[in-house]
């Protein structure tokens, strides 16, 4: 086992992504502390999925270097990567349809002797809704339900670090200030770390504290902290904005 | 600025003809019936083989089984013979050609609305269907015992009678020169512009379509140009053996057809004629085998 | 400037997701057109039902005055409707001489000549080739296709839509997962096809986008929020409010 006192629970290095030969990622460098909660904020198009999907082994990536907690999975099998403690929480969802709120949870579930780790009924106290579902089939649920099924099956396996792929897409404001907003908060505190892909700057912007602007092909137009760019709207109007 | 004509490289003019007068001459050379019998049966297959690689190595469909072309060709070319005229070899071969191609048709127009996987699951589900219509129809085909008793025809050029359908060496020349006049047809169909349309659909049907080809109208040529020389070779098969069942016409026939392309080399149009010629050695080959293993336990 | 294509309250339902939504464009001649949007706007969507890839849920798409809605895809190419793909979409097994002679030929005619070889139809070969000198693809002819760099691969498929001759090219993300360098090489050539025709593009790269289009259509969630030259579009309060959230 490698040492886990490193502080960079994710590291990328000169990232090269393709879809067959079509180079998607032209060389992306970025990092994610320990604790931390970072973003990538970007239009859609840009590469913000792909970078996902590298970090997952679901794309693998062509050139460039991945760690996870010190070690080197960029050539892994997707399996073995999410078993070393990644939680992902997909911008489809992909909710199992003809199966239950409590089965999706069930079938994620990685215990731990934590005493403050995720379990059933910490999640249901969270998410009081996803409690008084849960026997209904969860593709049945609406979009925000889905949504908190999707974290809620991600936190289920304990993971060291959650990358959520546009948590607030498609969601009413409503919803995404209220409910996702908190718990991706609350599961910072709790000692989380978060990797969060969005085009919805504005929940990014309370959620994470470091954020990288992506612009077209994967390149890093800049790096800025929460106040920055609170303070300079033009950096985000540079990089979201047309 | 032109393109060089990659066909007429010497050489391989040389060789062809080679091989043509090896072929022609084979039976006054060997002249061991069986043997004369053996390479004529090659030669059929190999020309059903080239129509099966038609559609698969330059389409790019599936069927798998094609020979149900050839025993729709061979019922019909044999049913002619026996209820309209024993003597007129033309007209039957041309007879069958004609009503095979407008089997065909329907079938192939139903199929080419689909492609991959369903064309070739459509393509059982019709060649069995066909299978089993000519084995119930005992009326018509005779059903399991099949069609006996077909006449042999005079092979006739204008006017002039050149051997009889019943002679093997007759029979083997008749069919070495149909299938060598199919298979010039089919060379040269192939690199026409219309072969180039195929090659465009069996590359990439989306993009085949998007250039403002009508893929399934192209497909539905392919497919009756394939079956109907399936059914050359169906008439040239019931001309030599005087004899057609439904064993011709099952699945399992078909799984050899499809061998054959695949042995051979699909896309090359000869490749599969050698398929053919490699298979039915085998199968000649281990029967005689197995008879001589009979003979001495 | 006259109107080469237009949709009219055109829809697009999948299940339950409106993905086209009651949307109305006009496509004039000789205009670079850009289509950009958020994410799921339609933008993909919106050019596959007018080439007849898709089928329109309601609406109609009009070609000059005849209307060609729903009418299949290889028969909106003889009316000089062509388009490229997202995704590279070329026949790779063929040399890049073949994938626009076949292209031409399905154009101009030949397609049921059966006798005669295809190098033989003369008109065919000469069009093929001011197509790949025009986009200095000459020297590669004989390349097999499914051998070519990436950017190439891109530059062939345009190249096969040339063929078509169309009236309007529909070009569904033309620079994705190139290099800078065949970016600027092939923006420069999409912005001279209007010279001739009208071009309508589908873009994540804004650089390309802002740099060439003559005109913008915004898309947001199926709907049309937003027309006009770039310089519009860019300070235009409903475009970024969807492109950077609400308040």
């Known amino acids: ?74 050539r892994w099998p997707t399996h073995r990567i999410v078993r070393k403690g990644i939680g992902y929480v997909p911008a489809e969802r992909y909710i199992f349809p003809g199966v239950s709120v409590e089965e999706n949870l069930r079938l994620a579930a990685k215990p731990s002797a934590d005493n403050d780790a995720w379990n059933m ?80 700057h504005r929940m990014a912007l309370k959620v994470a504290s470091r954020h990288y602007l992506m612009d077209i092909k994967g390149k890093v137009g800049q790096i800025a902290t929460s106040e920055e760019l609170m303070a300079d709207s033009e950096i985000i109007k540079k990089h979201l904005a047309v | 600025m032109g393109i060089e004509r990659r066909n007429t490289h010497p050489i391989r003019i040389v060789a062809l003809l080679i091989l043509v007068a090896c072929l022609a001459l084979f039976p006054f050379v060997v002249t061991n019936r069986f043997y004369i019998s053996l390479v004529n049966e090659m030669l059929i297959y190999g020309l059903l083989a080239m129509s099966l690689d038609v559609l698969l190595g330059y389409t790019g469909l599936l069927s798998f089984m094609h020979n149900a072309y050839l025993g729709i060709g061979a019922y019909v070319v044999g049913l002619f013979l026996i209820h309209v005229s024993p003597s007129s070899l033309w007209l039957a071969i041309l007879t069958g050609m004609v009503v095979t191609s407008l089997i065909s048709l329907p ?38 015992d099949g069609l006996m008793g077909v006449p042999h025809p005079d092979i006739h050029l204008a006017g002039i009678v050149l051997g009889n359908s019943g002679n093997p060496t007759a029979m083997y020349l008749l069919t070495l020169c149909l299938v060598l006049i199919c298979f010039f047809l089919t060379w040269r169909i ?7 349309v195929l090659e465009a659909i069996r590359e990439n049907e989306e993009r085949a379509s998007f250039v403002g080809i009508n893929v399934r109208r192209y497909k539905l040529y392919g497919w009756m140009y394939a079956c109907m020389l399936g059914s050359v070779s169906g008439a040239l098969f019931i001309l030599y053996r005087g004899y057609i069942g439904p064993t011709t016409m099952s699945a399992f026939a078909g799984a050899g057809v499809l061998m054959m392309v695949l042995v051979g080399g699909m896309g090359s149009l000869w490749g599969p004629i050698v398929g053919a010629g490699i298979f039915i050695f085998i199968q000649d080959y281990i029967s005689t085998m197995t008879e001589h293993w009979e003979l001495f336990v | ?63 000059g005055e005849q209307d060609i809605t729903n009418r299949p895809g290889h028969r909106l190419v003889r009316l000089g409707i062509c388009r ?92 994705a997962g190139m290099s800078p360098a065949e970016t600027e090489h092939i923006a420069k050539l999409i912005k001279g096809l209007t010279d001739t025709i009208a071009v309508v593009l589908v873009e994540h790269d804004m650089d390309v986008v802002m740099s060439i289009s003559d005109e913008i259509t915004v898309l947001n969630q199926g709907s049309v929020i937003a027309e006009g030259p770039p310089r519009e579009i860019q300070n235009n309060d409903l475009v970024k409010e969807a492109y950077l959230g609400h308040a």
């Open chain 2, 107 to 144: 079938v192939g127009w139903v199929q080419v609305r689909t492609g991959g996987l369903a064309f070739a699951l459509l393509t059982l589900a019709f060649g069995m269907m066909f299978y089993t219509i000519v084995w119930k129809w005992y009326d018509l085909t005779g059903g399991d």
């Open chain 3, 1 to 63: 400037m006259t109107t080469i294509l237009s949709t009219k309250g055109l829809h697009k339902h999948f299940g339950g997701v409106l993905a086209v939504n009651d949307v109305d464009v006009e496509f004039q001649s000789n205009c670079l057109r850009s289509i950009i949007g958020p994410n799921g706007a339609g933008k993909t969507t919106f050019i596959n039902v007018i080439t007849g890839k898709l089928s329109a849920s309601s609406g109609a798409v009009l070609f």
């Open chain 1, 121 to 200: 009924e910490k999640v249901y106290n969270h998410f009081p809704i996803l409690r008084a579902r849960n026997r209904q089939d969860g593709s049945t649920l609406s979009g925000g339900e889905q949504q908190m099924l999707a974290i809620g099956r991600a936190l289920m396996g304990n993971p060291i670090i959650m990358l959520l792929d546009e948590p607030s897409q498609g969601l009413a404001p409503l919803l995404v200030y209220e409910v996702i907003q908190p718990i991706l908060l609350f599961c910072i505190q709790s000692g989380l770390t978060l990797l969060l892909v969005e085009q919805n």
């Open chain 2, 190 to 196: 192939i690199r026409s512009p219309f072969g180039a």
């Open chain 3, 84 to 175: 490229t793909f997202q995704i590279t979409s070329i026949f790779m097994g063929l040399t890049v001489f073949e994938n626009v002679r076949i292209a031409t030929q399905s154009r101009l005619g030949g397609s049921l000549r059966i006798f005669s070889a295809k190098e033989s139809l003369k008109a065919v070969n000469r069009k093929t080739w001011k197509i790949l000198d025009r986009l200095g693809m000459e020297t590669k002819a004989d390349v097999p296709s499914n051998n070519l760099a990436h950017g190439d691969q891109r530059l062939l498929e345009v190249a096969m839509a040339l063929a078509g001759n169309p009236k309007i090219l529909f070009l569904d993300e033309p620079t």
């Open chain 1, 1 to 74: 086992m490698h040492d886990s006192g490193t502080n960079r629970i994710l590291e990328i290095e000169d990232l090269h992504a393709y879809y067959g030969r079509s180079h998607v990622i032209q060389g992306l460098s970025m990092d994610v502390a320990r604790l931390e909660a970072v973003s990538i904020l970007g239009r859609n198009g840009v590469g913000k999925t792909t970078t996902l999907r590298s970090i997952l082994g679901l794309n693998p990536p062509r050139k460039g270097r991945i760690q996870i907690n010190g070690e080197d999975t960029t």
